[in-house]
C-alpha cells in the first residue's frame, strides 16, 4: 500500500553555499600581502618593540601591487591591516604604534582600496586578535576585548567594502586544546571543543563576529586555526582558513553549528617565497632582504589545480620590499604566469 503523504514530511534539502559564499568562490584567486613595520627590519615576527622611525619608504607602490594581481588572474587582495606585533597600517586612533606616527604617515589600508578599485579588484584585510605591543601594557581581558572591538568596528566602519576579514592569533588565549599532547596530535573534536569552551570565551570571538556582520553583512569572516588544524572552523565563521594548504587533498565543505549542517568554503594561504626562516621555514610572509626564493610557475598551476577541485579559493602572499615594490622574483613569477 502506497504511504499518504503526510503535512510532516519535509523535503531534504541540499547544503550549500548562500549568495555571499557563491559570490566569494568566484572569486577563485587572490593576493595575500604582507607589509609592515617587520619589512623595514627583515623581521618574521616581532614582539610589538620595534622603533617606528626607519618606517620611510619613498613610496608604497600599491598600484604595482594591483596591476602585477590583475595580469596574474587575480581578483582579490588582502593585506594584513594589523599584525602579531601590533603595528596598525592605518591611523587607528586606538593605538600609537600606527603608520601616522612614523615618518610616512601615509594610510595604507586607503592607498590599496584605491588601487584595488583602479584595477578591478576586491580588497579584504587581514587582523591578529593578538597585539605584541600593547600586550606589554599587560592591559586585563575585559580592557583589551574592547580594544579590539573598537579597532575591528573602525576598520569595517571606515573601509570597505571588503570582501573578506581575516582572524589570526586565536593560540595567545587558548591554553589547551591545540597543542600537541604528549607528542600525539589532538583529535578534530578535542580541538573544536576547546577553541569553543576557552579560546571563543576569552575573545568573546560571538560578539566579535556578530559587530562585523552588522557593520557589513557581505563580508566573509575567517579564523585561521594555524597550519596544524587546516580547514577546520573556528566558529562562528563564514569560511575556513588552510593556512600553507596548498597539498591538501581532500575536504570537509559541510559542518554542524547549533544542531544544523553548514556549508563553508575553503580558502587556502600560501607563501611564492619557498625558503624562510624561523619560525616559517618553508616561506616568508614579510620580506627578507636575503630570501630570493619564489615557486615556479608549474608549481603555482598545480596549487590552483588542486584548489579547484576542493572548489577552494587560492591565495598567494608576496611580501613587499622596503622600497614599497614588490619583489622582482615576485612581479617575474606573476607577470609570466598567465603565458
Known amino acids: 500500500m502506497n504511504r499518504v503523504p503526510s503535512s510532516l514530511d519535509k523535503p531534504v534539502l541540499e547544503v550549500g553555499p548562500d549568495k555571499v559564499q557563491k559570490k566569494f568562490q568566484e572569486l ?5 600581502v604582507h607589509f609592515g613595520l617587520n619589512t623595514f627590519y627583515s ?10 622611525y626607519n618606517f620611510n619608504p619613498e613610496i608604497i607602490d600599491t598600484n604595482q601591487w594591483c596591476m602585477t594581481a590583475k595580469n596574474a588572474g587575480m581578483n582579490y587582495i588582502l593585506i594584513n591591516a594589523k599584525s602579531s606585533d601590533g603595528f596598525c597600517n592605518w591611523p587607528s586612533k586606538y593605538s600609537n604604534y600606527t603608520v601616522d606616527n612614523t615618518p610616512f604617515k601615509t594610510d595604507i589600508l586607503s592607498e590599496l582600496i584605491n588601487s584595488a578599485e583602479k584595477y578591478g579588484l576586491k ?4 587582523y591578529s586578535l593578538y597585539d605584541g605591543h600593547v600586550f606589554i601594557d599587560q592591559m586585563n581581558e575585559d580592557i583589551y576585548n574592547e580594544y579590539i572591538v573598537n579597532q575591528v568596528t573602525e576598520l569595517l566602519s571606515e573601509y570597505g567594502p571588503l570582501v573578506e576579514i581575516w582572524f589570526d592569533g586565536f593560540w595567545h588565549r587558548q591554553n589547551h586544546g591545540w597543542k600537541a599532547e604528549n607528542g600525539f ?10 577553541w569553543r569552551n576557552e579560546g571563543a570565551y576569552r575573545w568573546k570571538w560571538d560578539y566579535l563576529y ?7 553583512p557581505e563580508t566573509m569572516v575567517f579564523n585561521n586555526p594555524t597550519r596544524l588544524f587546516r ?3 573556528l566558529f562562528p565563521v563564514d569560511g575556513r582558513a588552510a593556512e600553507k594548504g596548498e597539498d591538501l587533498e581532500v575536504d570537509q565543505p559541510i559542518w554542524n553549528w547549533l544542531g544544523e549542517d553548514v556549508y563553508l568554503p575553503l580558502q587556502i594561504e600560501t607563501t611564492l617565497s619557498q625558503k624562510g626562516k624561523k619560525p616559517f621555514y618553508d616561506g616568508n610572509w614579510f620580506w627578507d632582504h636575503s630570501d630570493k626564493s619564489v615557486a615556479k610557475k608549474w608549481k603555482i598551476r598545480q596549487w590552483l589545480k588542486n584548489a579547484g577541485k576542493l572548489n577552494a579559493n587560492l591565495v598567494l602572499n608576496v611580501g613587499p620590499m622596503a622600497n614599497g615594490k614588490l619583489r622582482p622574483e615576485d612581479e617575474k613569477v606573476l607577470l609570466r604566469f598567465s603565458e
Open 123 to 126: 580588497t579584504g584585510f587581514s
Open 28 to 32: 577563485k584567486f587572490g593576493m595575500f
Open 185 to 194: 596530535a589532538v583529535p578534530m573534536p578535542q580541538f573544536l571543543n576547546s
Open 43 to 52: 623581521n618574521e615576527s616581532s614582539d610589538g618593540d620595534l622603533p617606528l
Open 210 to 216: 556578530s559587530i562585523v556582520k552588522n557593520l557589513q
Open 231 to 233: 580547514g577546520l572552523p
